[in-house]
């Protein structure tokens, strides 16, 4: 057809303009391929992580080994899902190390072939075989067992393989309370530890052969339906470890967002390529119109433009990226410092296109329906052309498609509707800070010379008031170019933060000191040539009233299903323990309410006490309430002075109460204290030697564990830092093109000011104070908003803690300055030096 | 507030009752039950239908070993029990600690009470299964054995009929649920009541 | 008060190399009005843009009362012709974002005039537009525009005005009512005008024509 070869010779008439929206749709779009394609990969290295922790993607466990009946229900769902299966028995065991003639405690993890369907377990000798008798390091350490010793266990005895030097998986409880065996489950029974009245985990763990076909949540739900008894646990790699359900749903969570930034910036670009462009070709259009071919089919010609570039940088995502990326996956691991490997999840990411084509067509609406409402006619005779003008709701297509695919893009009406809101409230505040200021101007301006107090001033002022909707509509787009920019650096500071843990961290739990032992304690770690830390506290006791009544059992129906119903029974006993304490931990932070006073509970009021949050919602439990305990056979009342919020990647021990010193001192109570990590061979010997001499004395060690979500941490916040990088390369080059084409257009003034004897240096001047302020003022709106809209959406939709990230908005502010004057100095370079000859007829 | 407080102390327990201290860890406690359901409030109703003066101190904390049972004791001494149930070891048990150390805390904590005059109750507990025959074994002989040495009364096995029993433990097979402890009442019981 | 003097120019290079104008030598007196008449391509906006100072030649000099602008820095340039030439261009070229009075104040803040204000409204209300004084660019028609550029281009009193095509972008009747206010303006103030044009009743309202064609007068 006739206009489809006029809209071919376009592209080349006028390739600048072509280049620029491919690139600019290009940038847009492959920000969302690059980052579900770099996310995607961490997200399923986070998941998989999570995956070796529990060992399978399903486990079903109980405190007993399950009924026939229970285990033909599981059999029959999972008789439609193919998949693979093992069990494990943890039972803890004295068992004695002959060759010392030592018994020791252990935890025996008994296993069937298979284990572990994810991670693995690197052993002194070679693969684990699930048919041996292997030990864990620190057995062999601390207790000295060696390969081929001789091990009698229950009734048995076997010989040590070797020594498992790294175990992925953690378990469902995350930590040991002994050191670890591993010996064959057909072996147990030989054992005649199973007889009836033993006490251990029972646990079936599921592989599934393929997830298309059912998702791991979906299953548990269907064996919720048919095994009703709540001693069973359904647990989900995401369950079993409350620190990666949180990473993996915080990268999901944001990656969403700066896809979602990346493309809204972009697509205030391709408006804007669009503007000019259309302006530019208006007086083709016309004279087109006049010959004959109707506004509909050149609405039509543009879109069918449009579509074609949209189709081929989809092309050139598809077919030219991704192979090259699934190429030089290795290298790019390496310089990223992640581990990407060449899987690509086309599926999503094609699923897509239709939405994002949607979405970018609607940001062309307005001009469209402005070409739709020019008087063709008219603008042929006219001198200066111009495009219809566009209203509000001609947005509105676009306004409501975006809101729909933020909702869509995050998964969660929540986050969705938080982004947009904040959106629109800087489209509200931008509108309104450019008409005031306008007003303002142009009362400033009335009736007065152009000197003020320099001529530059006066015409940049007047340039500014007169603007009108010109004006708002580039305040607006570079105000939410750095409302966005903004936006994710805060998250981005926030997020790091919380997945940040503290560069002391914890390797022993070390608890049930008795009071008289914790001095000699002390002075026993300090020749070993330790520090202990976190010496704090515990005393047993029961909350009887709040404010004189009863405290009442919440009488909930639960299905004990998860951890919080278990939970939710605990604290229906109303036992608990609590530590007094007038400091806060590094860990804890008073969300409402006042801190302990110094000193200590004086005579003349009822001591202090201080709630952890949640727990205190849950008990129903506010600041001001008097609290009655009962410690060990003696009541005392006390009041809740603050409310606090304990990190939840702290991994020491919380209380939920804490009281203030001088009330329950004296009251009998244990000790815990912690060993910070250090040497492995310092803290052995500690191990060793405060056992010899403090037997009652047990630790927990949790080195392996932090240790693992330590690494976690720091691949979940490379990964941020990608996308953030990303999203904010497309800000700014969207922020330089917006700058580029403003001053552009003041081509002919500049050269006409220039005749009438403005210097160079005079022009630049007097358009560093016109875009300066422009750009400095939407900059700083966008930049205090985006950090208040962070703190709105980081705390609704990742529940991170408010901050204040001053050099992320003191350095962008100078940063967005110099590049903005850069950008009007780089633009109006052509236009100052410009020979005012080509203002002449004939150039 | 503080010489309110063990002014309190005092004034609850100065009419003299007779006092019946259970000194334990989560058994006696009643780990995730509320107090009226573990079984020292159960026994204490129980007699005070036959007595009114009565009464019952539950010194149980959840995880607490023999190793804690002196200084706790000081702590109840204040209210001059008359009688002490002494149901610790379990934990020391479950991890896997020396027997030796744990038969001297119980005979230290039961000298210290005898020379106050207290009269003793030992109650006898077992291992799991799991935990080998041989631990079991010693672990379950040490009770017998030191309530013949101080010459007093013992439970044979605080959790008689209870353990290992699914229907009457909580889903972590460990600790009695509310039906469990009403049997534990009635073991204690049955050696408590020749005492009184 | 303009001696010009073999004044040559070309553009583009090597092959492309094209000689626009050949050697121009020209004088123009005080107070004279000057049509400079020529075909399209035959150098009459290159001969203006180089006498206004707009542009520089390849060779020759241009005298402006006794002193060679050709010789002159970009700066010094600017200034002499802030100070002594007016101009008015084919297609208006008045500042968008400036209303018809700040437009005509413009040169005469610039060159830190006193009473500008004052003198800006009076030259507005001689050219017809006291009334416009408040009115952007693209509130006023073309013709309007043109007299404000005709007003602004006479602020500084210059001693020499240069119209190139004002007429050009205006129909007959507002072109006519235009040229006849920017003559009666310029013999009011003596001011020498240079105007360039390709029609011939134009021209002849001036009092002097000359011809270019092919980059040579005739």
């Known amino acids: 057809m006739i206009f489809k070869f006029f809209f071919l010779k376009e592209m080349k008439k006028f390739p600048f303009f072509f280049l620029l929206l491919f690139f600019t749709l290009f940038l847009g779009t492959m920000g969302l391929m690059g980052i579900s394609i770099i996310t995607g990969q961490v997200h399923e290295k986070l998941q998989s992580n999570a995956n070796q922790l529990l060992t399978s993607d399903i486990a079903v466990s109980a405190r007993r080994d399950l009924f026939d009946t229970e285990l033909k229900s599981l059999e029959e769902v999972f008789k439609n899902h193919p998949h693979k299966t093992y069990k494990i028995i943890d039972i803890y065991s004295m068992i004695t190390h002959l060759r010392a003639k030592a018994s020791r405690l252990v935890e025996i993890r008994a296993t069937q072939e298979g284990f572990p369907f994810y991670g693995e377990l690197k052993t002194s000798e070679g693969a684990f075989q699930s048919d041996k008798l292997y030990i864990s390091k620190d057995l062999a350490d601390l207790w000295q067992v060696e390969t081929h010793d001789e091990l009698q266990i229950g009734d048995i005895t076997m010989k040590v393989s070797g020594v498992v030097l790294d175990d992925s998986s953690m378990g469902l409880r995350g930590f040991s309370l002994a050191p670890r065996i591993y010996m064959p489950e057909a072996r147990l029974v030989e054992t005649g530890l199973l007889k009836p009245g033993a006490t251990g985990s029972f646990t079936y763990h599921f592989k599934l052969e393929n997830f298309s076909a059912a998702k791991p949540q979906d299953i548990k739900k269907e064996i919720y339906a048919v095994i009703k008894d709540s001693a069973i646990r359904i647990t989900l790699p995401e369950d079993s470890s409350e620190q990666t359900g949180r990473v993996i749903n915080v990268l999901t969570n944001f990656m969403a967002l700066s896809a979602l930034i990346g493309l809204i910036l972009s697509l205030v670009g391709v408006f804007y390529l669009y503007q000019s462009h259309l302006l530019a070709r208006l007086k083709d259009l016309c004279l087109l119109n006049l010959h004959g071919l109707t506004k509909n089919k050149i609405i039509l010609g543009i879109i069918g433009q449009f579509a074609f570039v949209f189709s081929l940088v989809m092309a050139l995502e598809f077919f030219v990226i991704v192979p090259l990326y699934r190429q030089f996956a290795p290298e790019l691991s390496s310089v990223l410092g992640l581990e990407l490997s060449r899987d690509v999840n086309l599926a999503a990411s094609l699923s897509q296109i239709p939405y994002l084509f949607a979405l970018s067509l609607f940001i062309l609406v307005p001009l469209l329906l402005g070409l739709m409402r020019t008087s063709m006619g008219l603008q042929l005779k006219a001198s200066k052309l111009s495009l219809g003008r566009f209203r509000f709701w001609d947005f509105l297509p676009f306004i409501v498609s975006l809101w729909l695919f933020s909702c869509y893009i995050s998964h969660s009406f929540k986050t969705g509707n938080l982004f947009f809101f904040a959106l629109m409230l800087v489209f509200f505040m931008s509108t309104l800070f450019v008409r005031a200021s306008q007003w303002l101007l142009k009362k400033i301006i009335k009736g007065k010379g152009l000197l003020l107090p320099t001529i530059e001033n006066g015409i940049a002022l007047r340039g500014l008031a007169r603007s009108g909707h010109k004006l708002t509509l580039s305040f607006l787009s570079l105000a939410i170019g750095s409302t966005l920019i903004s936006l994710i650096l805060q998250l981005d500071t926030m997020i790091s933060k919380e997945f940040t843990l503290d560069s002391e961290k914890p390797s022993l739990f070390i608890f049930d000191i008795q009071e008289e032992q914790m001095d000699p304690l002390l002075e026993h770690a300090k020749k070993e040539g330790v520090n202990l830390s976190y010496v704090t506290p515990m005393i047993r006791a029961r909350l009887e009233k709040v404010n004189d009544k009863q405290f009442v059992r919440k009488k909930r129906s639960y299905n004990f299903r998860d951890r919080e119903d278990d939970e939710e029974r605990r604290f229906r006993s109303n036992s608990l323990n609590l530590t007094y304490r007038d400091y806060l931990t590094g860990t804890e932070r008073i969300i409402s309410g006042e801190p302990f006073p110094e000193g200590g509970a004086p005579d003349d009021r009822l001591p202090y006490v201080s709630l952890e949050n949640r727990w205190a919602q849950r008990m129903d439990i506010q600041i001001g309430d008097k609290l009655t305990f009962d410690v060990q056979g003696v009541e005392f009342e006390a009041m809740v002075r603050n409310i606090k919020e304990i990190k939840w990647t702290s991994f020491y021990p919380n209380f939920f109460v804490t009281i203030e010193p001088g009330m329950i001192d004296a009251a009998p109570k244990t000790f815990l204290a912690v060993l910070p990590s250090g040497p492995a061979e310092t803290k052995l010997n500690f191990q060793r030697t405060t056992v010899e001499r403090f037997p009652n004395i047990s630790f927990i060690d949790v080195e392996e564990l932090i240790g693992k979500l330590s690494s976690l941490f720091v691949r979940a916040r490379g990964a941020i830092e990608i996308i953030s990088w990303l999203s904010l390369i497309v800000g700014m080059v969207i922020l330089y093109g917006l700058s580029h084409d403003q001053v552009y257009r003041r081509y002919y003034d500049l050269a006409l000011m220039k005749t009438l004897g403005f210097s160079a240096l005079r022009l630049r001047l007097n358009l560093i104070y016109e875009f300066g302020a422009l750009f400095f003022s939407a900059m700083s709106m966008g930049l205090f908003l985006g950090w208040m809209i962070a703190q709105v959406i980081g705390r609704e939709a990742f529940k991170l803690s408010p901050s204040v990230d001053w050099g992320r908005l003191f350095y962008p502010a100078l940063f967005l300055t110099v590049l903005c004057l850069a950008t009007i100095l780089l633009s109006s370079w052509r236009a100052v030096k410009a020979r005012p000859r080509e203002l002449l007829s004939d150039s | ?196 | 008060m303009m001696k010009v003097l073999n004044l040559k120019k070309s553009y583009g290079q090597g092959d492309a190399r094209f000689e626009v104008l050949k050697g121009i030598n020209l004088e123009i007196l005080k107070g004279e009005t000057l049509a400079l008449i020529g075909k399209s391509g035959s150098g009459k906006s290159t001969l203006l843009s180089l006498l206004a100072g707009l542009d520089r030649p390849d060779s020759g000099e241009i005298m402006v009362q006794d002193k060679s602008i050709t010789s002159m820095s970009e700066s010094e340039l600017t200034y002499f012709r802030a100070h002594h030439m007016g101009i008015v261009f084919q297609q208006f070229h008045l500042v968008s974002t400036l209303n018809a009075l700040e437009n005509v104040l413009l040169p005469l803040e610039l060159l830190k005039r006193e009473n500008a204000l004052k003198e800006a409204q009076e030259l507005l209300e001689s050219v017809g537009l006291g009334h416009r004084t408040h009115h952007l660019p693209s509130e006023m028609s073309g013709g309007e525009c043109q007299r404000v550029a005709i007003a602004r281009a006479l602020a500084i009193k210059p001693s020499i005005l240069f119209a190139d095509e004002p007429s050009g972008n205006l129909d007959e009747e507002t072109g006519d009512k235009v040229m006849e206010l920017l003559f009666n303006m310029v013999s009011t103030t003596g001011t020498t005008l240079v105007l360039v044009t390709h029609d011939q009743d134009l021209a002849r309202k001036c009092s002097r024509i000359i011809h270019l064609e092919h980059g040579s007068l005739l």
């Open chain 2, 1 to 196: 507030m503080k010489f309110i407080m063990s002014l309190l102390f005092l004034i609850s327990f100065s009419v003299h009752a007779q006092t019946v201290l259970f000194l334990g860890d989560s058994l006696t406690e009643g780990y995730q039950l509320a107090k009226e359901e573990a079984y020292p409030a159960l026994i204490e109703k129980e007699l005070q239908k036959k007595r009114k003066d009565i009464k019952v101190i539950n010194g149980g904390v959840s995880g607490a070993t023999s190793a804690s049972g002196m200084k706790r004791l000081d702590w109840y001494l204040k209210s001059k029990p008359d009688i002490m149930v002494l149901a610790l070891g379990a934990n020391d048990g479950l991890r896997g600690l020396k027997l030796a150390d744990t038969e001297k805390n119980l005979s230290q904590v039961i000298e210290k009470a005898q020379a106050k005059g207290i009269t003793v109750i030992l109650a006898g507990m077992q291992m799991p299964t799991n935990m080998g025959v041989k631990y079991r074994d010693e672990f379950q002989k040490m009770f017998p054995k030191v309530a013949k040495k101080y010459s007093i009364k013992l439970i044979p096995f605080l959790l008689e009929g209870v353990g290992a029993v699914p229907e009457l433990n909580l889903p972590d097979g460990i600790h009695p649920n509310a039906k469990g402890h009403k049997i534990m009442a009635q073991t204690v019981l049955k050696v408590l009541e020749t005492e009184l």
